[in-house]
């Protein structure tokens, strides 16, 4: 009688260790999921660039290829990224929508 009443504990509490590892699994899983969608990086067509920046890059890449641009937001201001090929090597730089160069990557 007792080895069954222990028998019964040890599965309860299997199923209630496999039910909190499943409940942590979706939370982590929504967790990531919630904090990806809230990057804030956009993708955004060369048109929906400011002028200034799209001037500035093409100033400072006049070799560039396959570019690309993102838009995010740094401190509550815009900054628009182009990822781009340079010599046959993928490159990122950020400028502002004045066109002010930040950083290259």
Avoid: R
Wanted: proline share 3%; glycine share 6%; aromatic share 10%.
């Amino acid at each position: 009688m007792v080895s069954k009443l222990i028998a019964c504990k040890t599965d309860l509490l299997t199923i209630k260790i496999t039910n909190m590892k499943k409940i942590m699994f979706y939370a982590a899983f929504l967790t990531g999921s919630i904090l990806s969608s809230c990057g804030g990086d956009k993708k955004i067509a060369a048109s929906d660039v400011p002028q200034p920046a799209v001037d500035a890059f093409h100033t400072k890449y006049p070799g560039a290829t396959d570019a690309g641009w993102i838009v995010e937001k740094k401190n509550n201001k815009k900054i628009y990224e182009a990822q781009f090929k340079l010599n046959g090597e993928e490159v990122e730089a950020e400028f502002d929508a004045n066109g002010t160069f930040i950083k290259e990557d």
